[in-house]
Nanobody, 116 residues
Framework: QVQFVESGGGLVQPGGSLRLSCVASGTIFSRPGMGWYRQAPGKQRDLVAGIWSTGSIHYADSVKGRFTISRDNAKNTVYLQMNNLKPEDAAVYYC??????????WGQGTQVTVSS
């Protein structure tokens, strides 16, 4: 199974930006959909953004206009550019296949903290 390693999180002030990266241990070329998910303490893990190999993209309403997902199949990497971060964006961010994560392994995630 493919393993995912997320990075790029950190502490940022409201209004700030971060760029998350996710490297897959195997090729993501064969996986048509890849997504970024997040989980805040006490809440379920939700989809933030998903991208098809065709380039079609879906965003959660809460991040539209602020976040941008992209993928580089040659590098087995998926990115999430996050701008104008808000305190409610604070969570652990994960990448995985999308839309279905059945029979996949979740990585450790990367922590995003938004605070002044």
């Amino acid at each position: 199974q493919v393993q995912f390693v997320e990075s790029g999180g950190g502490l940022v002030q409201p209004g700030g930006s971060l760029r998350l990266s996710c490297v897959a241990s195997g090729t993501i070329f064969s996986r048509p959909g890849m997504g970024w998910y997040r989980q805040a303490p006490g809440k379920q893990r939700d989809l933030v953004a998903g991208i098809w190999s065709t380039g079609s993209i879906h965003y959660a309403d809460s991040v539209k206009g602020r976040f941008t997902i992209s993928r580089d199949n040659a590098k087995n990497t998926v990115y999430l550019q996050m701008n104008n971060l808000k305190p409610e964006d604070a969570a652990v961010y994960y990448c995985n296949q999308w839309p279905s994560t059945v029979n996949t392994n979740w990585g450790q995630g990367t922590q995003v903290t938004v605070s002044s």
